[in-house]
């Protein structure tokens, strides 16, 4: 018997240092829409996020702060992280932290599998290693210092001098893997995604690869390395094992977790797409374990043309978006208006325009004005529809063609297009109420049939709509399911299946229609400057 199809999707874990902005919240979002979609389109899902919590730079900041570095980041997670998901909703499965005793315990069994197998090997690094990269930087990557830096070199993202670093390290024998990467590149090309990034981790590749410098002496905050306790290993390394750690991996016995949803979709940022493409499914081949699935690498949020980063101050709070457009609104605008992979720009000028067209004029309105004319022409009792024209004909081949299309772009992360091919149904439910002209034909007794099939038809395309859109709004899909009385007569909106939205007449003549609020409330103008 075939297994039921899975789903399982990762977010990069977030430094915990960071200051949550609007790029990680980005990730998260869009992220949380693929499992959602892939939830309800009845696959069995899970969804992983979580933190990074070892490295340098934050036993530094504890020590500045006069606390351990793992109270630090508990005050981190607790006070940031845990309330971003809250912010914009996500409905994650797990949360891992690299603090974690069940990661730190699989990081140690993973090094000695790869240590007793010959993959990790002695040796003497001496470079130039930026505090605030983690990470040993090629001359070729620094630049010249100025000002107060004058004469040194600097790292180039930081733009803070490097130091030089020499001590006795492990490496992992990452140039045995060039050849079988390439093939892998090669042989499933959606490993990785976008295109753009894709071809320029294989030129990357092409040129050769150096062992990876694994671990560190000159500071303790991490995960020792289990043969030799004088050492901590690489963060990164640390780190990129959280997606396997969290299913509960183990080298000898049975990870049931883990045999269900690995391999998983990794969404990452395309800075640290070369972690993911390169280092990490090296590691999984170096441990005989199965490459991700696929590592699809979105692009740069852009504030006043500048990349949203966690060195620089540019950083915007998603929770000053969700106060004043609610989190459904900050959710489907940044999927909407950017398309998935390439670099997007965010202006406050722009959401407020998409939240004022699309969400409130276009969505919310057309829900408003079917659920207020159930009301006052048919006493809030759906009716029938027995008059079907070509304009209804039109609305159900609509839909069906919608649903074929935004499936299609979810298999491919292109979510931007799935809204896209979502949204001809709004727009032609709008453009029917404004041909139809329901509040006219309710004035003539002779064409009740008539008025009835219009609404019904309305309201049926909004059951749709609201199974389509609930991974992406969740809260407002969530009343108007209630509003449609939707839930008394189809069970709960989240068990509806999406493959099956297009299937028209589902919500049944007789279905309590009740009042609604609106689903998107006007803002005030000043609020949004
Ligand atoms: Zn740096």
């Not at 018997?1 to 998260?28: K, L």
């Not at 932290?97 to 599998?113: G, Y």
């Not at 040129?207 to 030799?228: E, H, N, T």
């Not at 441990?287 to 696929?294: E, G, Q, S, T, W």
Request: aromatic residues 12%.
């Amino acid at each position: 018997m075939a297994a039921a199809e899975t789903f399982s999707i990762t977010t990069p874990i977030f430094y915990v240092n960071d200051a949550p902005h609007i790029g990680h919240a980005y990730t998260e979002v869009a992220a949380d829409v693929l499992a959602r979609w892939n939830r309800q389109s009845g696959r069995d899902t899970w969804s992983l996020t979580g933190t990074d919590e070892h490295g340098q730079k934050i036993l530094r900041t504890a020590v500045a702060n006069g606390v351990t570095p793992k109270e630090w980041a508990d005050k981190l997670v607790d006070e940031a992280w845990v309330p971003l998901l809250k912010t914009i909703d996500i409905a994650n499965d797990d949360f891992v932290r690299t603090t974690e005793v069940r990661h730190e315990s699989v990081v140690q069994a993973f090094l000695q599998k790869l240590y007793d197998t010959g993959f990790i090997y002695d040796g003497e690094y001496e470079g130039f290693y930026c505090v605030g990269c983690e990470e040993f930087k090629q001359q070729g990557d620094l630049v010249d210092g100025a000002g107060e830096f004058d004469g040194q070199w600097v790292c180039p993202i930081h733009g803070r001098p490097v130091e030089v670093l020499k001590e006795k390290n492990y490496f992992f024998r990452m140039s045995d893997f060039q050849q079988r990467l390439l093939d892998l590149y090669e042989s499933q090309p959606d490993f990785l995604q976008p295109d753009s990034v894709r071809n320029e981790i294989v030129s990357f590749v092409r040129r050769g690869l150096d062992d990876l410098s694994i671990s560190r002496q000159s500071f303790d905050w991490g995960v020792r390395v289990p043969w030799d306790d004088s050492h901590v290993v690489y963060v990164w390394f640390d780190a990129l094992l959280n997606y396997v750690s969290a299913l509960g991996w183990e080298p000898t016995a049975d990870a049931p977790a883990f045999e269900r949803f690995w391999p998983s979709n990794h969404i990452v940022g395309k800075d640290i797409a070369r972690f993911h493409s390169v280092i990490w499914p090296a590691m999984l081949m170096a441990a005989d374990l199965p490459v991700p699935r696929r590592v699809f690498a979105h692009g740069w949020l852009l504030v006043g043309g500048e990349k949203m980063s966690k060195s620089k101050l540019t950083g915007i709070a998603p929770s000053q978006i969700t106060e004043v457009f609610g989190s459904d609104a900050f959710r489907y605008y940044f999927l909407r208006a950017i398309n998935f992979g390439q670099d997007g720009s965010f202006s406050w000028e722009d959401l407020s325009a998409r939240y004022q067209a699309e969400l409130a004029n276009g969505f919310g309105n057309l829900a408003s004005r079917v659920v207020s004319m159930v009301g006052r022409y048919c006493d809030g009792i759906l009716p029938p529809a027995t008059e079907v024209t070509e304009a209804e004909e039109r609305i159900h081949a609509v839909l069906a063609s919608a649903v074929a299309r935004a499936e299609a772009a979810m298999e491919r992360f292109a979510i931007h297009e799935a809204l896209a091919a979502i949204w001809t149904v709004v727009d032609e439910l709008n453009g029917y109420l404004t041909e139809q002209e329901p509040w006219k034909v309710a004035k003539d007794e002779e064409r009740t049939a008539r008025l009835h099939t219009i609404l019904y038809t309305a309201a049926e395309g909004l059951r749709a709509l609201a199974v389509l859109l609930s991974p992406v709004t969740p809260q407002a899909t969530q009343k108007l399911w209630r509003a449609l009385g939707a839930e008394s007569a189809l069970g709960s909106l989240t068990d509806q299946r999406i493959p099956d939205a297009g299937e028209w007449g589902q919500l049944p003549a007789g279905a309590v229609v009740s009042p609604m609020e609106g689903l998107f409330p006007r803002i005030e103008q000043e609020a949004t400057v």
